[in-house]
T-cell receptor, first 114, second 115 residues
Framework: DTAVSQTPKYLVTQMGNDKSIKCEQN?????MYWYKQDSKKFLKIMFS???????INETVPNRFSPKSPDKAHLNLHINSLELGDSAVYFC?????????????FGPGTRLLVL | AQKITQTQPGMFVQEKEAVTLDCTYD???????LFWYKQPSSGEMIFLIY??????QNATEGRYSLNFQKARKSANLVISASQLGDSAMYFC????????????FGTGTRLQVFP
């Protein structure tokens, strides 16, 4: 199936730990994103990458480090997890061609920091 | 100032009726895009419909249509013939400007469809 996929779907961890979330898209898209959805359902962009190059970094703490090994993957590594990092993290992708506006979202990763 | 405003935290509609979910936006750019996404209780974000600022016709996708009123800066989503499966959170979002790629989301409207 063509899609944006994320692993894991659920992540429960202790404060202070380091964790990674993986994202893969097989849509052939050039641009990938990470969004955070907080407990009030508010969605905010964190990062975007275009062909492995960082384009947007929305003043996210540097404990969050995105890594794009190739244009089909954009992983999110989080160091020294804090309680406030508990949220749903969505990966998304978009075809970079002119006129292709729509961002397609993955299923989300529900992170709970205890 | 809020870039995207969804003033209805919750809406109810009876099955088979039409419902309008409101969205207003704030931008000084001439080029922008407006989107609606659906988030059911299972949590995924599902793209519904897109309207470009230069599109002269209102966008339609099946039972979804976007009532785009550029002068009023509104982009309301109309769902016709509501179904029980339409119960979900609905988010309006904007891509602002030509060279920026991020989506700015509203706070969402929770729609409940009852039989």
């Amino acid at each position: 199936d063509t899609a944006v996929s994320q692993t894991p779907k659920y992540l429960v961890t202790q404060m202070g730990n380091d964790k990674s979330i993986k994202c893969e898209q097989n849509l052939g898209h050039d641009t990938m994103y990470w969004y955070k959805q907080d407990s009030k359902k508010f969605l905010k962009i964190m990062f975007s990458y275009n062909n492995k190059e960082l384009i947007i970094n929305e003043t996210v703490p540097n404990r969050f480090s995105p890594k794009s090994p190739d244009k089909a993957h954009l992983n999110l590594h989080i160091n020294s997890l804090e309680l406030g990092d508990s949220a749903v993290y969505f990966c998304a992708s978009r075809d970079g061609a002119e006129g292709q506006e729509t961002q397609y979202f993955g299923p989300g990763t529900r992170l709970l920091v205890l | 100032a809020q870039k995207i405003t969804q003033t209805q935290p919750g809406m109810f509609v009876q099955e088979k009726e039409a419902v309008t979910l409101d969205c207003t936006y704030d931008t000084s750019d001439q080029s922008y895009g407006l989107f609606w996404y659906k988030q059911p209780s299972s949590g995924e974000m599902i793209f519904l419909i897109y309207q470009g600022s230069y599109d002269e016709q209102n966008a339609t996708e099946g039972r979804y249509s976007l009532n785009f009123q550029k002068a009023r800066k509104s982009a309301n989503l109309v769902i016709s013939a509501s179904q029980l499966g339409d119960s979900a959170m609905y988010f309006c979002a904007m891509r602002e400007g030509y060279n920026t790629d991020k989506l700015i989301f509203g706070t969402g409207t929770r729609l409940q469809v009852f039989p």
